[in-house]
Structure formats: structure tokens, C-alpha cells
């Protein structure tokens, strides 16, 4: 059995080699997060219509992702968490972000429909870390005024396989709660203290809708297709946005790019009035200096394309465009790091 | 399989005798490369797994095996929770799904009219054909709310109570956990032990049960007496089988498991198995460790179905010799 899985594991590792040989100069090849490959296969149809260049993109994963532009197999890398500054120095890297999208707690409790829960990030990561085990625990009442809660226990679903959706969500609790931050951390796999764990968003989606007063998180685009009820979280300015493409982009408009080297900047908790808290990007990571000067142009001019035209596909699967002082940044990184 | 091997030299050596005898040599050695795959690949992959594990043996030592901590932030990995999922799992699934292969292959071959053996026979094959992935969907999305609307209460409410195994059926009825995961494996086995008895059954000579039905005997003695003790190797080698394919089942277990990182003495709680970690993490595993230790995990995977394939190869023998063969 295992013999056998590992076999067709080579074969499959083969297969992506021999597509990045056998695929022709202008094709472009990249490999990463699951998370922006809806939009990254949509722009890459759109784009080789108008250019004749092609996109051949292999979702396997943000970890994934990155090993294969380390180890040069594709022109770039996409990944859900930045890499730091220091080990993009070390691997002659650069990298730059690529679209927003946005994260939300979802629940399944009887009578409370979407947006009418509110919770604070730091009560979240309570519930998270089985500090707060029963709906109308006093932490979300006081949030709560007004609304019937039940006298059940809260069950906790989370990501089970290694994700970006789960390192933003982390993230966000690391930043929101002392707790959480020295007890569990950061990362796309974490020691889940509670809870369940669902493969995919499809897998968390699953078990909130099955399993009775239960809260997980999935990307807002799964939200919305499995019409699941949403809870609000207050943002750092002290609000209770909606979660939608607005209150995306505002956090990606509010969040300090200038200040972050190499875009080295989680975009969670991001300060501005309507900014959504859990708001996430996924990094494009490519080389300085290309050992295929032409590939990597081409790379370049599809994401100078996508960045400036490509927005309006983006919103249709319910991603956000970068602001545009963002994509600005973006270009004049691109002219002083990049080479060819 | 082994018998098949031992004669091969020995038909070769008896053609060589005619002509052709050429060509033989190169049969001969397209077959011997054939069976020698097996072994390379066999020793291609354990190989592969020690030197990717290498790095968390080395770090974390025998402890590997016995800790309980699971923390990819802090970079200590342990093995002891997905080790004791898979076995439960397993276990689970062979108690469930041995009786009832045992009981289909009686039916097939010994009770059921000659007209209704075919199509069980031919629904067996072709539940034995549906993908793991099927199962896995299916148990998430179907099985998982029925056990937890359905089973779940009425075995809480019921053996909850009772002392000792009690402790079994304790929890909040979620759907998923062990015991949803040994019900799923037990289904994805039955087709291959049953299948297998239900052939062996039918190689039982018809002169020694027609024997015993002329001295007497009812059904259930023929089977009891005469086609078990008769078809005892093949029957747990069958078993075994199935085990191995229950230890190793990723995609099933990984939709139904729950995937959480503890050991709980309740069926009902979720838990985590070696397959299914694997198959969770290994995409998004970027740190040395972090992915050596899930190659370590593979390693262990690899070596409990090796002792288990073993033991019941020697059980085999040992059976054979107490009946003098």
C-alpha cells in the first residue's frame, strides 16, 4: 500500500519536472498556495487570449511552493505566508503580493443568523483555546446584549491539513491574545488546544453545517457558496465591519506597506476604521537574477497585466483587487530588485 | 505466492530439456526481473524513509515513538497519537468487518440459491473497485449525520453507563471519530476478505461435505467442521490482507477521523492515524524537521504493516505444522 503511494508520489513529482522542460519559452510556470489558484487560472485563460502566453499553475500548496522555487523548478512561487527578508536575502529571492481575500468565522447555532454575533479577537482565541466552552459564557453575553444564546458547548473546528487559511487565522490570534500566543503561536499547522479538525475549507464547511453549535473559519468565498452564517469580529479601530470586498480592501488600503521590507507584512488586525480584521494576500516569490532571463519576464509582464487589468475577474470569484497605491509600490519594487 | 516463486526454476529446468530452450533462458529472465521489482521497490522505499527520517530519529530519539506532542510552531513532533489512531482504527475494523466477511462468504458459497450468488458476488467486486475518496465523501457527508443523529445517542444513552466499558461510549455525539472510522474501514475491507473466503470456500471438495451431510450433519456443522478447518491458511491470509489495507487507508480516515492531535479513551472522540497525517500536512510542510518527522511517520506506517504481515505469515507456518503438512 504505502510502496504504492509512494511510487505514483515519484511518478507525480516526475510528471510536474517534465511539464516545466517540455513547456516552451514564453509559457510561464508557477506552483503554491491553493488559495489564489481560482484567480490565477481565470487571469492566465484571460491573458493567453490577448498575449498567446500561457500560465501553467500547479496548486499544491504554499509549503509546497516554495520548495520548488528554491529548488528552481518553476518561475515563480506563491505563497499564503510571506517569507522574511532575511531568508529572501540568503535565496536571492524577492516577493510581492498578489491578491486580497479575506477570512471569516462561520457558526451553526440555532436561531443566530449572519452578522448578528459579535465577538471580539481576543473572546475568539478564548474559544479557540477551550477557555470559553459554552455559548453563553459571560465573555460573549457582554458582547451580546439582546441576542438568546444557548446553553450549549461551543464546538471548535479547525483546518486539519497545513494551511494559509489557518496560518492568517493564527496570526491574527497570536496578535489579539497573549494567551494564544505563547501557549500555541503562529503557523499553517498549529497544536490545536480544542476542536476538530476538516480537510479544506470544504472539510471545515462540511462540519459546521453538520455538526450542531459548532464555529469554524473558511475563506469568505466558501461562506457566501455554502451560505453559512458569518460572526463579526471587531476590528482594531473598536468597529464590527461586515466582512465583504469593502472592508478587504480597506484593510489592504490601511495596512503599512511602505514601511515593510520586501512585503514582509501579515495583513490581520490591519488599524483602518472599516478594515475587516482576519483580511489575508497570497506572495508571488520569484529570483533576483532568473537562470532564464526570458521566463521571468514574461512572469513579470503577466503580473504587471493582472495587477493593472486583471481586478475585475478577481471580485467576480470574490477576491479583492490591491489598492492602487499597493500595485504602485509593487512596479517600483519590481524596477529596483528584479533584474532582466 | 512464495510456492509460485519456488517452482518456477524447477518447470524452467524441466522445458530446457526440449527445444526452444533460447528462448526459456529469456523468459526466464524477463520473469526473474519481474519478481526481483518487487523486492527493489520494497527496499527503494523503506531506504528513502529512513534517510528522510533520519533527521527526526536523530533529533527526538526513542522518544519519537513515545511522546504524545504533535507541535509544528515549536518543531517537536512525536508519533505515540497517530501510532495508537491507526491501530485502533485497524482493530475496530477488523471486529466489525471480519464476522460479517466470514458470514457473506458462508452465504455465497454454502446457503444462498444457486441464482442470487452471482450478483452478490458481482456487488462485492465492484464494491471492492470504488475509490477511497468515494468512501471518505460519503462517510462525511452521510454516514457521519447518521451516526451522529441516529447511532451515537442511543449508544451513549445505552452502554454509556456501564462500568468499565462504559468509558467507551462517552462524549458528545459529533458523527465522526473512531468508531465512524472503523465502520468505514470495515466496509472498505469486507469485499477483500470475503472475496478472498468466498473463493477459497468453493475449492473445499464436494466429496468431504457431502460426506458430512450424509452422516448428518446440519449447515452450520459442514461450514464449522469441515470448510473452515479446511481453509484455514487462505482464510487468514485473506484477514491479513485486509488488515494491511485498513493500517495503511488514507483518504477514508482522513474525512472521517476528525483529525485531532489526542488520545482519548472514548470511540467517540475524534483522534488522528499515521495516513491521515500524512496526507493532511505533507503539502504545506516547509521546515527540515517538520517534514522529515512525517517521513519518520511513514517509516513507522511502514514497519507496523511489515510486523503484521509477518506475524501472520508465521502463523501461517505454524498452523500448517501442527497439522503436519
Not at chain 1, 141 to 156: E, H, W
Not at chain 2, 106 to 113: H, L, Q, R, W
Request: glycine share 10%; with cysteine.
Amino acid at each position: 500500500m504505502l510502496t504504492k503511494k509512494l511510487l505514483s508520489a515519484c511518478l507525480g513529482a516526475g510528471l510536474v519536472a517534465a511539464l516545466a522542460v517540455s513547456a516552451s519559452a514564453a509559457d510561464i510556470t508557477g506552483a503554491g498556495s491553493t488559495f489564489v489558484y481560482p484567480v490565477l487560472s481565470k487571469w492566465s485563460a484571460d491573458y493567453n487570449k490577448q498575449t498567446g502566453d500561457k500560465l501553467n499553475y500547479q496548486s499544491i500548496g504554499s509549503g509546497g511552493g516554495i520548495a520548488q522555487i528554491k529548488a528552481a523548478t518553476v518561475d515563480f512561487g506563491a505563497s499564503d505566508a510571506p517569507m522574511k527578508p532575511e531568508d529572501l536575502t540568503t535565496g536571492g529571492f524577492g516577493q510581492f503580493p498578489l491578491v486580497v481575500g479575506g477570512i471569516v468565522p462561520v457558526i451553526n447555532v440555532k436561531g443566530i443568523k449572519s452578522g448578528e454575533l459579535k465577538l471580539t479577537g481576543k473572546v475568539l482565541a478564548d474559544i479557540y483555546l477551550g477557555n470559553v466552552t459554552k455559548w453563553n459564557d459571560k465573555a460573549i453575553a457582554d458582547l451580546n446584549r439582546g441576542l438568546k444564546l444557548p446553553d450549549s458547548q461551543i464546538a471548535v473546528v479547525h483546518r486539519s491539513d497545513g494551511s494559509g487559511t489557518s496560518f492568517n487565522w493564527t496570526n491574527y490570534f497570536s496578535k489579539v491574545n497573549e494567551d494564544w500566543k505563547s501557549k500555541v503561536g503562529e503557523g499553517t499547522a498549529v497544536n490545536w488546544p480544542v476542536g476538530i479538525g476538516g480537510k479544506g475549507n470544504e472539510g471545515v464547511a462540511a462540519y459546521v453545517t453538520r455538526v450542531k453549535d459548532s464555529i469554524g473559519y473558511v475563506e469568505y468565498a466558501y461562506a457566501l457558496q455554502n451560505k453559512l452564517p458569518y460572526v463579526l469580529i471587531q476590528n482594531a479601530a473598536g468597529q464590527y465591519p461586515k466582512p465583504n470586498a469593502e472592508s478587504f480592501s480597506a484593510a489592504a488600503a490601511s495596512a503599512e506597506w511602505t514601511k515593510a521590507q520586501d512585503f514582509y507584512l501579515i495583513m490581520t488586525n490591519a488599524p483602518g476604521e472599516k478594515a475587516w480584521p482576519v483580511t489575508a494576500t497570497t506572495w508571488a516569490i520569484m529570483y533576483k537574477e532568473p537562470k532564464d532571463a526570458a521566463r521571468s519576464k514574461a512572469a513579470f509582464a503577466f503580473f504587471k497585466w493582472a495587477l493593472e487589468n486583471g481586478q475585475k475577474e478577481a471580485s467576480s470569484l470574490d477576491y479583492v483587487p490591491l489598492p492602487e497605491t499597493l500595485v504602485k509600490q509593487i512596479e517600483d519594487y519590481w524596477t529596483a530588485s528584479f533584474k532582466g | 505466492m512464495s510456492e509460485a516463486m519456488a517452482s518456477l526454476p524447477a518447470t524452467t529446468a524441466g522445458v530446457k530439456r526440449r527445444d526452444g530452450a533460447a528462448g526459456d533462458r529469456i523468459f526466464y529472465w524477463i520473469v526473474l526481473g519481474c519478481g526481483l521489482f518487487v523486492l527493489v521497490a520494497l527496499f527503494a522505499a523503506a531506504f528513502s524513509m529512513v534517510w528522510d527520517g533520519f533527521l527526526a530519529f536523530r533529533t527526538f530519539g526513542f522518544g519519537f515513538l513515545t511522546g504524545m506532542e504533535w507541535d509544528p510552531v515549536a518543531q517537536r513532533f512525536s508519533g505515540l497519537v497517530p501510532i495508537y489512531g491507526t491501530l485502533v482504527t485497524s482493530a475496530l475494523a477488523m471486529i466489525i468487518g471480519v464476522p460479517v466477511s466470514l458470514g457473506i462468504a458462508v452465504f455465497i458459497t454454502e446457503v444462498a440459491p444457486r441464482s442470487i450468488r452471482g450478483p452478490i458476488g458481482g456487488a462485492i467486486e465492484l464494491l471492492a473497485g470504488i475509490p477511497s475518496i468515494i468512501y471518505g465523501m460519503w462517510g462525511l457527508f452521510t454516514f457521519a449525520p447518521f451516526m451522529s443523529d441516529y447511532v451515537q445517542p442511543v449508544l451513549i444513552d445505552w452502554l454509556g453507563p456501564i462500568p468499565i466499558i462504559g468509558a467507551l461510549f462517552t462524549g458528545a455525539p459529533l458523527g465522526i471519530g473512531m468508531l465512524t472510522s472503523g465502520i468505514v474501514l470495515a466496509i472498505m475491507i469486507i469485499p477483500f476478505v470475503s472475496s478472498v473466503m468466498r473463493d477459497v470456500f468453493l475449492v473445499v471438495p464436494a466429496q468431504l461435505k457431502e460426506s458430512a451431510y450424509a452422516l448428518g450433519s446440519t449447515k452450520w456443522e459442514v461450514v464449522r467442521d469441515i470448510v473452515i478447518p479446511h481453509t484455514r491458511t487462505a482464510v487468514v491470509g485473506g484477514i491479513f490482507l485486509g488488515l494491511g489495507r485498513a493500517l495503511g487507508e488514507t483518504m477514508a480516515v482522513t474525512f472521517v477521523l476528525g483529525n485531532t492531535h489526542n488520545i482519548a479513551v472514548s470511540l467517540m472522540e475524534p483522534g488522528t492515524s499515521i495516513a491521515a497525517t500524512l496526507a493532511n500536512e505533507f503539502a504545506e510542510a516547509s521546515d527540515d524537521l517538520y517534514r522529515s518527522s512525517l517521513s519518520a511517520l511513514g517509516l513507522i506506517l511502514f514497519v507496523v504493516t511489515f510486523i503484521v504481515l509477518a506475524a501472520a505469515k508465521l502463523m501461517l507456518v505454524r498452523m500448517a505444522r501442527q497439522r503436519g503438512e
